[in-house]
Nanobody, 116 residues
Framework: QVQFVESGGGLVQPGGSLRLSCAAS????????MGWYRQAPGNQRELVAR???????NYIDSVKGRFTISRDDAKNMVYLQMNTLKPEDTAVYYC??????????WGQGTQVTVFS
């Protein structure tokens, strides 16, 4: 199994930016598609961004143009650059394989809070 440790969350005002990092305990190159998920209180966890080994990316509509996912397989790291943050982006953010068949145990996540 691979463990993921997310970091980089915090408190930020609307319009602000954060860069999340995800460190994997093992190789991520075996995961065809890595993703960032988020879970807000009372909501189900949702996949907000994913990136394949070949560099193809997908985002949910609400974050398109504001979030950018990247991965560094040599360092076993996945990143999420979040710009123009909105209160509705408030959630705990997690990284994991974006494919259910290769999903690993969830990490602790990192809290992002966007407040006025």
């Amino acid at each position: 199994q691979v463990q993921f440790v997310e970091s980089g969350g915090g408190l930020v005002q609307p319009g602000g930016s954060l860069r999340l990092s995800c460190a994997a305990s093992g190789s991520i190159s075996s995961f065809f598609t890595m993703g960032w998920y988020r879970q807000a209180p009372g909501n189900q966890r949702e996949l907000v961004a994913r990136m394949s080994r070949s560099g193809n990316t997908n985002y949910i509509d609400s974050v398109k143009g504001r979030f950018t996912i990247s991965r560094d397989d040599a360092k076993n790291m996945v990143y999420l650059q979040m710009n123009t943050l909105k209160p509705e982006d408030t959630a705990v953010y997690y990284c994991n394989s974006a494919l259910g068949s290769t999903r690993q145990p969830w990490g602790q996540g990192t809290q992002v809070t966007v407040f006025s």
